[in-house]
Each structure stands twice: as structure tokens, then as C-alpha cells.
């Protein structure tokens, strides 16, 4: 009966973090910067309500760096075109 108790007990030992939702100050820097690139109000409203469902914190923090004209390293790079594809396609249907 012991051996029931020490899997499950493994198993959560071994599931990943969960990663923190972005800030609602990287929100905030994020519609600013948005919003000083496009001028599209609701197209900027759109995409930083998006972002807070689908991405975290640590994430947040490079799109806003992109926004502002940096890369994201290589290894965010496909997260980073996905989480375009995905921002696009609910805040800009017909893109």
C-alpha cells in the first residue's frame, strides 16, 4: 500500500512550474508601446488582453523588447511567431 502513496507523490514532485501570468504593469507597457507604434486604440486593447491569456511573465518581457526593436533570442523564436499567429488571429480575424 505504501508504494500507491510514494508514485503520486513522485509524479507532482516531477510536474513542471507553473509560470506566472505578465504583470499588469508589463500590460500596462505594453498597450503604451503598442499603442506609440500603430495608434490603433482597439486593435492595441485587443492584443494586450490577448497577451495576458497567452503568454506569461517571462514571455511578456520579450515581446515588449520586440516591440521596441529587439530580436528575441533564438530559442524563443518560434514561441515568439506563434504567439504573433495566435495574437493576430483573435484580435485581427482576416489577417
Known amino acids: 500500500m505504501g508504494r500507491w502513496i510514494v508514485v503520486p ?6 510536474a513542471p512550474a507553473v509560470a506566472a501570468a505578465p504583470t499588469a504593469e508589463q500590460k500596462a507597457e505594453f498597450y503604451k508601446v503598442c ?18 491569456d497567452l503568454i506569461d511573465e517571462r514571455f511578456m518581457g520579450i ?5 521596441k526593436g529587439g530580436s528575441p533570442a533564438g530559442g ?11 495574437s493576430n488571429q483573435i484580435c485581427k480575424p482576416n489577417y
Open 76 to 86: 524563443d523564436y518560434a514561441a515568439y511567431n506563434a504567439y504573433v499567429a495566435k
Open 63 to 67: 515581446v515588449i523588447a520586440s516591440m
Open 35 to 52: 499603442v506609440g507604434i500603430s495608434s490603433n486604440v482597439a486593435l492595441c486593447t485587443c492584443k494586450a488582453d490577448a497577451a495576458m
Open 9 to 14: 507523490a513522485l509524479m507532482l514532485m516531477a
